[in-house]
């Protein structure tokens, strides 16, 4: 094994490779130096309400949840008010989101519920378990 390897050492040679000479003459000037402590803004994470009147209301807040930074409180108070069956496809269109962005879904004080993406949790205690296997 050392001979094979002395052999491959002594067949590529110690020749010694610059920059200058691999870099095409094209780019010989014109380059841009980057930096490692530049003003990369972190990413924050956003607690935003929401008003569900109708249906269509529920695309901004689809689009905030799928960016991954937010959790949304939604009132669906006044499409209850409005109409159900409105209600239950926008819940159901919540649940779908919620699940393909591996995120949780909960309902609180009736006309809220809060939707979170796959880095947080809603935390239930052992009695709203039980209320919901109900």
């Not at 689009?63 to 930074?69: A, M, N, P, T, V």
Request: glycine share 6%; aromatic share 8%; charged share 35%.
């Amino acid at each position: 094994m050392k001979k094979f390897l002395s052999k491959i050492k002594s067949s590529v040679g110690q020749k010694e490779f610059s920059y200058d000479e691999d870099m095409p003459k094209e780019f010989e000037e014109d380059y841009v130096e980057l930096t490692a402590d530049g003003d990369v803004p972190k990413a924050r994470i956003v607690v935003r309400p929401f008003i569900v009147q109708d249906f269509s209301d529920i695309k901004p807040v689809l689009d905030s949840l799928r960016e991954g930074y937010t959790i949304a409180l939604v009132n669906i108070g006044p499409l209850r008010e409005r109409d159900m069956i409105e209600l239950k496809r926008a819940v159901n269109k919540l649940k779908k989101t919620c699940d393909a962005i591996d995120g949780d879904i909960a309902g609180f004080g009736g006309d809220w519920i809060v939707v979170t993406p796959s880095f947080a949790s809603v935390h239930r205690t052992n009695a709203m378990e039980s209320f919901g296997d109900e």
